[in-house]
């Protein structure tokens, strides 16, 4: 039995403050500093996990692999949303949109992109602000997450997957091929959470699925475990 739960969003940031502030306004979050110098998103609407800013050196390069669609109820919260977005130092940036798309790409003032979907998705219908996780990756590694959190596959086709928490929220979104070109190490990365007691158990199990150990990565006094998936990328372990 699946013992792990979806923790949230680790980014890496040179000013986890601000970072962090831009986040939680846009968001309608709480802020919260930690002595260890993480930066906490925390959630107000129901929403299961949070978003942790961390400092890192991590240059941004290239489009990132994972970035946040948010929701609009009408449009005139969705301008509202944009607007909030450039008032806390956000920009609109072109990633290949056209004027067809209807949503509103931006990004945060590092530079990571983000989604304003337009109101009427139904795909993101009663999902939360957040309404999905939106990453670069293969069929097989929705698969992958489906079976390690134990979360429904919702979409299935055409290569693309998209898995929910059986409680509703937030889509975990896998886009399929052509999988964006690997420039360096990534700033976004999912994080999940286990228990102290059953560290050793999910990090087998995960190893099982077709996940591996990133060399000298231990979970010892509250470190995080940084494992890597079947595409590649770094997932982020922690205990609860």
């Not at 949070?50 to 390069?61: A, C, F, Q, Y």
């Not at 945060?108 to 999902?127: M, R």
Request: include cysteine.
């Amino acid at each position: 039995m699946a013992t792990a739960r979806f923790h949230g969003i680790s980014i890496e940031c040179s000013d986890p403050v601000a970072a962090g502030r831009f986040w939680a306004g846009v968001l309608g979050w709480e802020l919260v500093e930690h002595l260890s110098g993480e930066v906490h998103a925390l959630p107000h609407d129901g929403t299961a996990y949070r978003i942790v800013l961390r400092e890192g050196d991590t240059p941004k390069v290239g489009q990132n692999r994972i970035h946040f669609d948010l929701t609009s109820s009408s449009d005139a919260a969705m301008a509202a949303t944009v607007a909030r977005a450039l008032e806390l130092g956000g920009q609109h940036i072109d990633i290949g949109q056209t004027e067809d798309d209807g949503h509103v790409v931006l990004a945060d003032p590092e530079g990571n992109e983000l989604c304003v979907i337009e109101p009427g998705n139904g795909f993101l219908a009663d999902t939360g602000v957040i309404g999905g996780i939106n990453c670069d990756g293969s069929r097989k590694l929705g698969l992958f997450w489906s079976e390690f959190l134990g979360w429904p596959l919702v979409w299935d086709q055409d290569e693309e997957t998209a898995i929910q928490s059986p409680t509703g929220g937030s889509k975990i979104t896998w886009s399929g091929p052509p999988l964006m070109p690997r420039l360096g190490r990534d700033r976004f990365h999912l994080e999940v959470a286990v228990s102290d007691t059953d560290l050793d158990a999910e990090l087998d199990r995960l190893v099982a699925l077709g996940a591996s150990l990133q060399p000298g990565s231990s979970g010892l006094d509250g470190a995080v475990v940084v494992v890597i998936d079947p595409d590649g990328n770094e997932v982020h372990v922690v205990t609860s």
